[in-house]
């Protein structure tokens, strides 16, 4: 269902602020590769929190499997086969350096993501006994 959530809209808006300082700024080995990508899939997940509403454990698990699958696609050089190796914003959004490490970084966002709705979620089961 459609809907427009300002919570998740601010914390989108806010991680995306994040995301463009670390690109821009970031020139180090931890931070722009991982904390980048830590905060990449909260970042989706937030974003696509603001227009639908769903569940928690759905939008997880489809903002998991679609970093995944992004992930896959630099493996096999999606940029380059796309012919948009000379674009920086092409290279940035999607990506152009296959990692493993990535897969470990967006799961621990993830884990982020569904430990503070989980217990967002028992906060306000509890105050509704």
């Not at 809209?9 to 670390?22: D, M, N, P, R």
Request: proline fraction near 1%; aromatic fraction near 18%.
């Amino acid at each position: 269902m459609l809907t427009f959530d300002k919570k998740y809209f601010f914390l989108a808006f806010l991680l995306f602020v994040i995301e463009v300082v670390i690109a821009v700024f970031a020139r180090d080995s931890f931070v722009r590769p991982y904390v980048g990508d830590y905060l990449v899939v909260i970042l989706i997940y937030c974003a696509v929190r603001t227009v639908l509403k769903a569940s928690v454990w759905k939008v997880a698990l489809g903002v998991l499997l679609f970093s995944f699958l992004i992930e896959t696609l630099q493996y096999f050089h999606i940029v380059n086969r796309l012919g948009l190796e000379n674009n920086i914003v092409a290279r940035t959004v999607i990506g152009y350096g296959f990692e493993w490490e990535d897969f470990v970084a967006y799961t621990l966002g993830m884990l982020t993501v569904l430990a503070f709705e989980n217990k967002k979620l028992y906060y306000r089961n509890k105050s509704n006994a």
